[in-house]
T-cell receptor, first 112, second 114 residues
Framework: GQNIDQPTEMTATEGAIVQINCTYQTSGFNGLFWYQQHAGEAPTFLSYNVLDGLEEKGRFSSFLSRSKGYSYLLLKELQMKDSASYLC?????????????FGKGTRLSVIA | SAVISQKPSRDICQRGTSLTIQCQVDSQVTMMFWYRQQPGQSLTLIATANQGSEATYESGFVIDKFPISRPNLTFSTLTVSNMSPEDSSIYLCSGTQGVNTEAFFGQGTRLTVV
C-alpha cells in the first residue's frame, strides 16, 4: 500500500519562513514531488527530489531523506501570493513512468 | 514542459447523462493520466491512458463508468458515464515527458451533476 501524510493546514506571516513536512510509506520509490495549487486552478510543479539532500530553487527548497521516508518543502520570504495548497506526491514503484500518488495537501495561509 | 489544453472547463449535467472531457497536448508526451479531485481534497488517480490500447484503471474505477481513449501521443478523452451527483468533482488530465520527469496538468474540468 501507499500512504502519504502531510499537515492539513498551516498559517504563517508574510516575510517569514515556513516548513511543510511530508512523510511517506510506499512500495518502491522513484522520486518525490512538490506541487502548488491555488484554489480553482491546476497543480503546478515546484520541485523534485530523488536523492537524499536539499534542492534549492529561489525562495523554495525541498529536502528528502529516503531512509526516513521524509521530505519537507521550505518557503522563504513568504508573500501573500504563496497562500495555496501544497501537495506532496510520490512516484512508485521503481519505474520512471508510473503516475504520481498525491498526499491530501497542506493548505497554507499567509497573513500580514 | 508541454502545455495541455483541457475542455470543457466546467459543465453542469443532468443525472443519467454522459460527459466527455478532452485533453490536447502541444507536444508528444510519454504518459497520460486522469485524476479526480473532490472539493477540498487531493488528487485521486483514475487511470493511466495507454496509447492504442485499453487504459489501466485504479482500484475503484472501471471502464464502463470511465471509458478512456488515447488514439495518439498528444490526445486523450475521459467520459464520465451515467452520471450521478456523486460524480460532481474536478477532473484533471496529466502528462509526463520522459522517464523520471515531473507531471504537468491540464486546467481541469469542474463537473456538477444535478
Amino acid at each position: 500500500g501507499q500512504n502519504i501524510d502531510q499537515p492539513t493546514e498551516m498559517t504563517a506571516t508574510e516575510g517569514a519562513i515556513v516548513q511543510i513536512n511530508c512523510t511517506y510509506q510506499t512500495s518502491g520509490f522513484n522520486g518525490l514531488f512538490w506541487y502548488q495549487q491555488h484554489a480553482g486552478e491546476a497543480p503546478t510543479f515546484l520541485s523534485y527530489n530523488v536523492l537524499d539532500g536539499l534542492e534549492e530553487k529561489g525562495r523554495f527548497s525541498s529536502f528528502l531523506s529516503r531512509s526516513k521516508g521524509y521530505s519537507y518543502l521550505l518557503l522563504k520570504e513568504l508573500q501573500m501570493k504563496d497562500s495555496a495548497s501544497y501537495l506532496c506526491a510520490v512516484r512508485s514503484p521503481n519505474s520512471g513512468n508510473t503516475p504520481l500518488v498525491f498526499g491530501k495537501g497542506t493548505r497554507l495561509s499567509v497573513i500580514a | 514542459s508541454a502545455v495541455i489544453s483541457q475542455k470543457p472547463s466546467r459543465d453542469i449535467c443532468q443525472r443519467g447523462t454522459s460527459l466527455t472531457i478532452q485533453c490536447q497536448v502541444d507536444s508528444q508526451v510519454t504518459m497520460m493520466f486522469w485524476y479526480r479531485q473532490q472539493p477540498g481534497q487531493s488528487l485521486t488517480l483514475i487511470a493511466t491512458a495507454n496509447q492504442g490500447s485499453e487504459a489501466t484503471y485504479e482500484s475503484g474505477f472501471v471502464i464502463d463508468k470511465f471509458p478512456i481513449s488515447r488514439p495518439n501521443l498528444t490526445f486523450s478523452t475521459l467520459t464520465v458515464s451515467n452520471m450521478s451527483p456523486e460524480d460532481s468533482s474536478i477532473y484533471l488530465c496529466s502528462g509526463t515527458q520522459g522517464v523520471n520527469t515531473e507531471a504537468f496538468f491540464g486546467q481541469g474540468t469542474r463537473l456538477t451533476v444535478v
